[in-house]
């Protein structure tokens, strides 16, 4: 019989971060390659009507992965950056991320993401955590809707690891 789902979203103003843990039914390869692979980040990693278009991905030390937001009118918008800092495989990884133009010039402040992988009995958790470099930056990313639009990402990688399981 499967668990509840864990979700956890934790504020910490006082230390510029965003804890975010959520639990997948599912072993830790699919999940890892989920949050590693363009392919697979591209079909959850924004929340309907929007989609992620990945220009191009280096998963590796000092490598990036380039994409837009793209709206329901297939404009891309919102680009962001993400760089690899670290990667101990299927274990962690760590990244900045910043927002961009589309000539991937960063408009910095960042925020620095960790995220870590533990599976148990074919569950998957991920803890991620966002530290923002400002105040002001992650208070903005909480006013625009980011724990909303994150947690509907997250609902659709859920939806996309049952559907290969059922396969």
Do not use: C
Request: net charge negative.
């Amino acid at each position: 019989m499967p668990q509840p789902t864990l979700f956890n979203f934790i504020v910490a103003k006082e230390d510029r971060t965003v804890t975010v843990e959520r639990s997948f039914e599912a072993p830790l390869d699919p999940v890892w390659d989920a949050f590693t692979k363009a392919e697979i980040l591209d079909q959850w990693w924004a929340p309907k009507p929007f989609s992620s278009r990945t220009k191009h991905m280096d998963f590796k030390v000092g490598g990036r992965r380039f994409y837009a937001m793209v709206g329901p009118d297939g404009l891309e918008a919102a680009w962001q950056v993400q760089q690899y800092t670290s990667i101990t495989p299927k274990n962690n990884f760590k990244f900045l991320s910043a927002f961009a133009d589309q000539n991937e010039n960063l408009q910095l402040p960042g925020s620095n993401w960790d995220l870590s992988f533990d599976e148990a009995n074919g569950r998957t958790i991920v803890r991620i955590t966002i530290h923002n470099d400002s105040l002001e930056r992650m208070e903005r990313m909480i006013e625009i809707g980011f724990k909303e639009g994150f947690t509907m990402g997250l609902d659709q990688l859920d939806e996309l690891l049952a559907s290969h399981r059922s396969t």
